[in-house]
Every structure is written in C-alpha cells, then in structure tokens.
C-alpha cells in the first residue's frame, strides 16, 4: 500500500461523498420529495471508488439500478446528479433519467441501467471499442450476484473472451439479488469468480469492504487488461449492501441484528480510518475536517437541487426523433 | 342535514377489494372521541386498527362482526352527532350509494340490460314501411336484419363482410344504394425523383404539369421537403386548375395582412373625414347636366387659347361663377358663425401617393379658363410630388371631386370643413332624351350630387345654387362673360 | 447507373461507408463465417452474402465475427455506439429481436432520451425478414410492426437495390439507432444503382412507383411489386393507381399518403404482417383521422391472416396477400357505393 496522502485523502473523500449522498437522499426519500424507484449503494462504496480511483476518461464504465456510487466514483458532478434524482431540468440528464438512468458518456459513465443483466453486452461493445483503438483503455461493468444469473451476462463473458474485448466483469456481490438470497440463487458454490474463469476468463477476488483490498486487486486486473491482446477478465469483491433493494423495502429478509452488524464490522469507511490511523498515514483530525466539508457540499447540493428549474412540458418531446 | 357521515370498508393498497369486520371496539349508540380505536378490519393480507378521524356518535351500526367479507366501499356504520334524529339516519342510508372505488365493485354491479331481442320481435313499432320479416340461416347482425327487414333488402346475394362472413349493417346499406356507373380519372403523369430538389411525389407531379423549377424552392414539408403547397404557390392563377386538383378539398391559404400604419397625411384627413362626417349635418342634392356643348365648346376654346383645359377645368370655372352669384353658398362654418366670401375659392379632390389630397384654386371665379388649368395643372403636380404645404389647402369655400375618369356614375362626398359644400362629379354618360319636338335623341349627362352643410345652407339655396352651375354648364358660352 | 442485386447493394455499400470512415465497424454471427474451422476465414460468407469480402478489406478489428449471442450482439452494438463507433450489426433472422429485444428497445432506442440527449447512438441493425423461403413460423416474420411502434428507433425497408443503396448509406451516417429491414425474398432481384458515393435517400420520403387517380395502394418490400402488378393490369382497364412504396415506416410518410387520397380517395394498405395494430391498421386509421372527407370508400387493409406464418408451400402462399388478393381489394374498394 503506497498511496500518496493525497491519494488517501481522495480516496477518502470519494467514498465519503457517496455515503452521505445516499444517506442525504434515503431522509429525503423518506419525506416524499423525490419520486420514483431508487437503489442505494451505501455500504459498497470501497467497490465503486477502489476501481475508479485507477480510472481515466477514456476508460467506460457500465453501471446498474444501483449505480449512484458507480457515478460519483467516475467523476459525475455531485450537484448535477442530485438535481437529476429530484427531477430538474438542470440534472445531468434534463430530469428525462433519474436515478435508474444516470449517464455522462464524457466522462466515461455509459449509463446507469435498469435492466439487470444489460450492462454486461454494453461493456463488451466498448471494450471492443477499446481494442479496435489499442490504447490501452478498458471498459468495466459492474454487476451484482442478482445480474450473475442473467443470460445476457453469460452471453457477454463468451462474446468478451472470443473477440477478446478490453472488459473487466466487476462482480460485486452484496449477498442479495433484490430480496432473495446470494446463497440460494447463485447455483455455484458461494461463487460468481468460478463462474468467470469456467467462460476463459483470468479471474480476481477481493474484499469489498476494504479500500485497499479493491484498490490492490484492481491494479493487478488493470494491468493485465491494459495489454492489448490479453482480452478480458473477471474480479468478484465480496460486499455489504446497508440498505434495502429500493427505499421503502421493509427488509423483513435479514436476519436479526444483521444490519447492526454490518455497519459496525464491514463499514468500509471505518476500516478505511482504523486502517490509515493505524499505519499511522493519516490523522483523526485530517478525516473529520472532509467528513465536515462533504457534508456541507452534500447539504449545498440538495439546496441546488431544491431550486433549480424544473422541467416542462415540452421538454418531454426533446432529445429523441419523434417525427414519424 | 345534520352532520351525518358514512363509514365504509376501506381501501387499503391497489389490490384490497373486500374485508371483514373482526371486531367493534364501539356499540351503538355510544360516543367515540378522534384517535380513538373503533374497530378491527381484516384482509387476506393484514388485520388493521381503525381509529376514528373525528369526535361523533355512532348512530347505527349495520355491519356486526362477523367472518362475512363485504367488499371495499360497503356501508358498515353511521356515524353522526347525538342529537340527529333516527328518521334522517333513515333517510341518508335509504339513499347512500357507495363509491365505485375498485374494478371489482364496478364489474360486479347489475347486469348490464340485455341486449334487444334479435330478429323479428327488434322490428320497430312504427315502421316506415310494414316490415317484411326475413327468415335466413345466414350470420347477420341484429341491427343488419331490421334494416333489412324494414327496406325489404333481399339479403341472399349479399357477401358478408363480418367476421366468418356475418352480413353487417354495413353491408345490408351497401345493397340499398344504387349500383355506380363505373368512371374512373386513369393514370397519372409518373415524375421521378431528381438529385436536384427533395419534393414529395404530388410536389413533383404538380411542377411537372406546370413546368415549374423546383430546383430554387424551399421546402416547408416534413423535415423540409417541398411539399405541393410550396409548388402550388408558384402556380400562375390564371393556369387552369390542373386535373389532379379535381375534387380536392379547398384549401385556405396564408392571409395575413401588411400592417401600414397612418402617415402624417392620412392621420390628417382620416381626422378630418370623420369628424366632418359625424358632426356635419349632410345632407344631398342631385342633379344631371347636358355635356355636349361644353364638349364641343371645350375643344375650339382650348384650341383658340392654346391651353389644355380638362372638363373638370370647366366645372371649377362653372362651380367658381356659380358661387359668386350665390354668396349664401359661397361660406365656410366656423362654430355658431357662417363666413360668406365674395370670390370663391375652389379646393379639388386630388388623389395623391399620400392618400387625398384637396389643394385650393383661390378666386376662380376671376380667373379665366387658361389660369385655372394651368393652376389645377401646378396643384396636381405639386400633389404627386408630395410637395403640397399647408398655405396649398388652407381654407376654401367648397370643394369639386371627380370620380367621373373612374367610370363612377354618382357618389356622395364628406364635405371638407369649414367649407360649407362639396360637389361630386360623375362621369359622362349616353342616354336617351326626349326632344322639344318629341323625338328620340341622345345626349351625353353627367351627374352631379352636391353635399351640403345644413347647419349654414339651406335645401332652396342649394338648389338654386345647382340650377345656376347646370346653366352654365348647358349653356357654356357664359364660362367667358 | 450500374446494374446489382438487392443483397450485392447491401455489401457494397457498408464496404464504402467502412472504407469512408473508419468508425464504421459491423459485427454478426457468421458475417465472416469459417472462423475456427479448418476452413479458415470467409470459408463461406454469411448466409445472405451480405458481407463477402468486408473481412478480406477491413480485418477482424472491423468486421468482427461473434458467437450466437444475440443480446450481447445487440448489447455490443449499443456499447460500440457509446464510444464512439457507428457498428452495423447483423441480426441474421428478424426473428431473433425476441432473444435481443431488451438490448433494441430498452437500451438502443433509449440512450439519448434517457441521458438528456448527451449522447448519439449511431448504430444500424440490420435483419433479414419476410415470407417466401419456406422458413416456417421462427423465420419467416415481418416484425416492423413491433419495432415500428418504438420511440427512438427509425425503421427502415428498402424494396429495390437502389433503394437499399441509398437508405443504407443514410442509415450508416444517422446519429440514431437504425433499424435495416431486408427482405429475405429481394435478396436476388437486380435493379439500376445509383453510383454517386454519396448517394443518399432521406428517410421519411416515400417514392411514387406508378401514378393514378382512383386509388392509392400503400406498401413496401416484397409485396410492393405485387402492388405494382395489380396496378399495371387496372391501367388497361382505364382505372388509375397511386401505388405507394413507403421505404420507411418510422418516419413515416404521412404527407404522400393524404396527398395521393386527397386526389384519389380510396385507400388500400398492403402489409406483410398479421393485422392487429399492424401498419395497415395505422395508416388507415391516420388517413381516417386526417383525410376523412376526401373517402369515397372505407380504408382496407390487406394482411396475412391473424397467425403464425405456415411452412409447406400451399400454406405460406395462401397466408401472405397475393396479386389476387390485392386486386379483390382494390376492386372492392372501387365498387363501394
């Protein structure tokens, strides 16, 4: 582990950002403002900012239902995305998206998708984008142990390794496809990566709930993926999901004191601090001061969110041919 | 009404239809404040505590608990204050309706009316004509076989157009109407598309028909392609309407005005016009007048003075010395005051670029023939060139307007004020007379109809007037006394 | 002016558009074919010959053979799309949108709407459909009526080589998605080709394959020059038709066809799928809406029956509307009193 204390602090920061981002929008959700489905990441946050912090533009990332930390990570602006999640016209895709449909290809973020399973094809297209331009670059999908069984994912690991696309399966696996359990749904035994290597696949695993074990895994991905000709590769982080498949999920699945538990053993955020106090790399001191400035650039963005425009009825007719 | 409130099974979440009455916490009779527990509701899914929304009595209680389920919607129990009288308890559940609050409630109420009895006993009870009843193994619809029945279509060769070959009202009305003579308008002209220009097909073939460019048209059809409205504005109005316009639906085309706002001149005369027409009591004076001797006269006159003197020349001279001889409609209005001049200032009616124009021949009546066209000539000229000034059209006594080059017969003009008449001059005409001697000739008239200001000239003064301008006119040699 | 066949169009222009811009990549399952055999590459081309020679000219990068994988081709077309290549994929059969469909309507289409218009999507699916091989019920389709109704999509079908030419190169440079419907029938049939390299035809704008005044048949692919026999055998008769080939159905030409009912007033929409909600029953009842006191008859439309397509020979030619068929129609329309 030699990060720079800057990269510390980022690293930090990033996934301090998703965390109060999400907790922000589960109070807000809560009082009605916000509308429709959404999907928190918290808990996870170490996945999302382990891989991006290795992350160019030009490397693509495909995200899922659950993909707000995915966006943050990879560098959506934090305002534009809390004004898309309460539907202004100012949000990062016109309030035409939402929280399902974040999306900045600019930045490399291929979208947020509601379909599970549909990232994977989408990440072997640019990965094959990706090798056709022999620069080096990648492209991730991030999938959970729910997308695991969906055909298209299969058909996504063949197609990767046959046309040798620059594709990483990013396999975060939170124990829970929506409401069912990891151990019932997924038919190999306690295992997504296995199923990775069986397609050809050079295959990773690391803890999902360490910074530094993602953050150390993904150099290892990443360096051998970057090398054109090497094809794809599969990595399976095991992680905790805090909250609920979609807000207002009343979470009757978990067992008792699991939610207590988690968040007091497998809170990335607190490994990452005891880890970095520890080594002796960081002080309390250098933690709390980002944990007061995001909160305030959280607060800030809710503000913004509350006043920006809102969208009309014309808008709906933008952005899309519709002369038929 | 006194404060009488229904209690329904409610609806709790998309898919509650129905629920049972576990248990009453209240008997009837008894008070409830708000918030407090009133019964117990079970559905397939959950079991809830209803608290009361409100403080009331619970007057009657229709539903006791029992495993019985009544569907969402249903009255379970009137809830009302203490002192409303049974009978209105009776009265508001005689009348309550519950809300149609779930697909099952709206599915499952009365049968819907029968639909009308097929075949014979459909036919109307006063029929157009007495009904021929049709017996038949053939699919037909109910509304098919009574208009049948009541027109006496014989149903046998018709093909059924229905689904399985059911005979439709559709098809029985076919049979009804005549048999059309076959016409029919052919092929068409087929125009290919070119590089040059993105135009619809009809496009094309109206600019082919028209032999119109379409190269240098912009589209304004579907993602800007030339459409036949484009095409049809370039086509000349007095080409006949092509073929293919035949039968088309007339089609309104743009209309918008140009918007000219009133210049300087304009504001001047349309103020002026209106009120001299709202506050002058006009009133008119007809009177026709021989030309022919004016007309001879004119051209040996011009040709001896060496000027080119119009008629209208002539009448200014005539209107000049008329007025003169009567002062009393030689005036201008001022006020309650009359103002009579003794020479006469003759304003005409000039139509400018600038709109109506009414620049004065001062004293006419001193002028000879000569002078008062080579005056009009100069006043015209100034009035084209847009250079009349205000010393131009100031003042006058009265006014001639001719209309008469125009083809106009006879028209009424708004009097200029403060002028105290205005003469309206139409143009020649043949007509027919009666001569001295009984015989049929024919003479060439002009009408003449003088607006006059009653306020300062009167009905005789004003024929006297016109009876003196008719004498000159008839008798011109006077022109030059 | 060069004279090739429907499919030698659809070759010879991707291999222009790909020899244009390098962007322009296609992927499909066989479109090389041969890939790990013995054989070796091209060994033989895709079924429909629609991409002879493409991998000999532009490499395995560009033309890029993948598995039987129908979502993850579709899937990969949409991610190629997002960065920033215009790939051409081939569906094969039209049948597989079923197993690809999630790819096509919830992703392709969707992109540009769903992220506020910050992106393009340029890519072309291509996929061969119609009756007339005997293919029976998973093979046969005409699925435009499905992908028709699809916001974000444009869908394409061409009914002559030149028509293939030109539409497919609209296709290719087109910022949406584009779905390319060819008809597995016209694969053979030889026409005149335009040779401009930049020849393009807008979508949207029907072509005018005869002219007459009394009615107006509305169709496109095989089944047009079904339409145009039945129109060249009235012409003798003295009756005049607009016979009217769409070329796309979204966009859709709704200005050539009111302007040909205003004029003739009779309408008769000719379409190789079933007729619930299908094309027919659309432009019919736009006509209806739009040009309803121009009607001297009801509008009809002429469709297979309400079933899956049938195999032997007997069947498939008594399910898809035939030259009788269509006159039966018109002449109906025609005698409507």
């Known amino acids: 582990m030699q990060l720079s204390r800057e990269a510390l602090l980022r690293a930090y920061r990033q996934m301090k950002v998703i965390r109060e981002f999400e907790e922000r929008l589960h109070v807000d959700i809560q009082t009605g403002e916000i509308a429709g489905f959404t999907h928190l990441y918290c808990g996870q946050e170490a996945v999302a900012v382990g891989v991006c912090e290795h992350l160019s533009v030009e490397d693509k990332i495909v995200s899922t239902h659950r993909g707000h930390g995915h966006c943050l990570a990879k560098g959506c602006d934090v305002n534009g995305m809390m004004k898309e999640i309460w539907g202004s016209r100012e949000g990062l895709c016109k309030g035409k998206g939402g929280s399902m449909h974040i999306a900045d290809v600019d930045k490399g973020m291929l979208g947020a998708n509601g379909i599970v399973g549909a990232g994977a094809p989408i990440a072997v297209g640019a990965g094959i984008a990706a090798k056709i331009d022999g620069k080096g670059h990648v492209a991730i999908t991030f999938s959970g142990d729910g997308a695991c069984n969906q055909g298209t994912t299969f058909e996504a690991m063949n197609m990767a390794v046959v046309t040798k696309a620059a594709t990483i399966f990013v396999f975060e696996n939170n124990h829970y496809s929506e409401h069912t359990g990891f151990e019932y749904a997924v038919g190999t035994n306690k295992d997504i990566a296995s199923r990775a290597e069986a397609f050809g696949m050079k295959v990773w695993r690391g803890d999902g709930t360490d910074f530094f074990s993602v953050y150390e895994t993904m150099r290892e991905v990443l360096d051998y993926v970057r090398v054109p000709g090497n094809g794809p590769a599969a990595v399976e982080f095991d992680t905790e999901r805090f909250f609920g498949h979609f807000e207002g999920d009343p979470q009757r699945y978990r067992g008792p004191g699991e939610l207590d538990r988690i968040r007091e053993m497998r809170d990335c955020l607190k490994n990452f601090r005891k880890s970095v106090i520890d080594a002796g790399l960081l002080e309390h001191a250098d933690i709390d001061a980002l944990d007061a400035e995001v909160l305030e650039a959280i607060e800030e963005s809710v503000r913004q969110a509350k006043a920006a425009d809102r969208p009309t009825a014309e808008d709906v007719l933008t952005d899309v041919y519709i002369s038929y | ?481 | 002016m060069a004279k090739m066949m429907y499919r030698d169009a659809v070759v010879s222009t991707i291999a222009e558009e790909m020899a244009r811009d390098e962007n322009v990549v296609c992927l499909g399952e066989d479109i090389v074919g041969g890939m790990g055999t013995p054989g070796g590459p091209e060994a033989i081309g895709g079924i429909w010959s629609t991409s002879t020679g493409l991998f000999g000219k532009f490499g395995a990068d560009r033309v890029i053979d993948t598995p039987i994988s129908e979502s993850a081709i579709m899937g990969a077309a949409a991610g190629l799309a997002l960065s920033g290549k215009r790939p051409i994929a081939e569906l094969m059969f039209a049948d597989f949108i079923g197993v690809s469909l999630d790819q096509i309507w919830n992703q392709l289409a969707k992109f540009r709407y769903m992220f506020g218009g910050k992106t393009k999507c340029p890519a072309v699916i291509r996929m061969a459909y119609g009756a007339g091989y005997n293919a029976a019920a998973q093979h046969s389709q005409a699925v435009h009526q499905i992908l028709t109704g699809m916001p974000g999509l444009k869908v394409v079908m061409p009914t002559t080589p030149d028509d293939v030419k030109g539409l497919l190169r609209t296709a290719i440079r087109d910022d949406d998605p584009v779905i390319f419907l060819e008809h597995k029938a016209l694969y053979g049939v030889k026409g005149e080709v335009s040779d401009d390299p930049d020849y393009m035809i807008p979508f949207g704008h029907a072509r005018l394959s005869r002219a007459g005044q009394d009615v107006t048949i509305v169709s496109t692919g095989l089944l047009l020059g079904f339409c145009e026999a039945v129109a060249d055998k009235l012409a003798a008769e003295g009756i005049g038709c607009d016979v009217i080939d769409l070329r796309t159905t979204s966009p859709l030409d709704e200005e050539t066809i009111l302007d040909s009912v205003e004029v003739t007033g009779r309408l008769i929409v000719v379409d190789e799928a079933p007729p619930r909600c299908s094309l027919g029953a659309d432009i019919c009842a736009l006509v209806a809406e739009k040009a309803f006191a121009s009607l001297k008859a009801p509008p009809l439309s002429v469709n297979p029956p309400h079933t899956p397509v049938p195999f032997a020979r007997e069947l498939e030619t008594a399910y898809l509307p035939s030259v009788d068929k269509i006159e039966a129609a018109v002449r109906k329309v025609l005698s409507y009193r």
């Open chain 2, 1 to 481: 009404m006194a404060n009488i409130k229904p209690f329904c099974m409610p609806k709790w979440g998309i898919e509650m239809t129905e629920g049972t009455i576990a248990e009453w916490m209240v008997k009837e009779g008894e008070a409830f404040a708000k918030g407090q527990l009133l019964c117990l509701i079970e559905t397939d899914k959950i079991t809830n505590e209803v608290e009361a929304e409100y403080d009331a009595v619970l007057k009657r209680l229709l539903t006791p608990a029992s495993e019985e389920a009544h569907p969402v919607g249903a009255l379970l129990a009137v809830f009302a204050d203490a002192d409303t009288p049974d009978a209105e308890i009776d009265a508001f559940i005689a009348a309550f309706k519950p809300a149609e609050t779930s697909v099952a409630a709206k599915g499952g109420g009365a049968a819907p009316a029968p639909a009308p009895a097929s075949a014979p006993a459909a036919a109307p009870a006063t029929p157009a004509r007495e009904p021929k009843k049709i017996v038949t193994n053939r699919a037909i619809s109910p509304e098919a076989l009574k208009l049948a029945e009541a027109e006496g279509v014989d149903i046998e060769p018709i093909t059924g157009s229905g689904r399985n070959g059911r005979i439709t009202y559709q098809d029985v009305v076919q049979a009804l109407r005549p048999e059309r003579a076959a016409s029919f308008k052919g092929t068409a002209q087929l125009v290919a598309d070119t590089p040059e220009a993105f135009a619809s097909p009809l496009a094309r073939r109206i600019a082919a028909q028209h032999g119109i460019a379409l190269s240098g048209i912009t589209g304004t059809g579907p993602r800007g392609r030339i459409s036949k409205a484009d095409v049809l504005a370039l086509v000349k109005p007095t080409t006949a309407a092509p073929a293919v316009a035949f039968g088309a639906p007339f089609e309104l085309v743009a209309n918008e005005p140009s918007v000219q706002p009133f210049d300087k001149v304009r504001k001047v005369v349309a103020r002026r016009l209106t009120e001299a027409k709202q506050t002058i009591p006009h009133f008119y004076l007809r009177v026709s007048a021989s030309v022919d001797a004016l007309m001879d006269l004119r051209k040996t006159a011009n040709l001896v003075l060496g000027t080119k003197a119009s008629i209208n020349d002539y009448i200014v001279k005539a209107v000049a010395l008329a007025l003169v001889r009567h002062p009393d409609v030689n005036v201008q209005v001022h006020g309650d005051a009359v103002h009579s001049f003794p020479h006469a200032d003759v304003a005409i009616a000039v139509a400018s670029p600038k709109g109506l124009v009414t620049p004065i021949v001062r004293q006419a009546d001193r002028m000879h023939i000569a002078q008062i066209a080579a005056t009009t000539r100069a006043l015209i000229d100034k009035a084209q060139a847009g250079k009349l000034g205000f010393e131009d059209m100031d003042g006058g006594t009265f006014s001639v307007s001719n209309l008469g080059m125009f083809g106009i017969e006879q028209f009424d003009a708004i009097i200029n004020p403060p002028q105290g008449a205005i003469l309206a001059v139409g143009g020649a005409n043949r007509v027919a007379v009666e001569t001295a001697s009984g015989d049929i000739a024919f003479e060439t008239r002009i009408q003449l109809t003088m607006s006059v200001d009653h306020r300062a000239i009167d009905g005789a003064a004003g024929a006297q007037f016109l009876q003196t301008l008719k004498g000159l006119l008839e008798a011109p040699e006077g022109l030059f006394a």
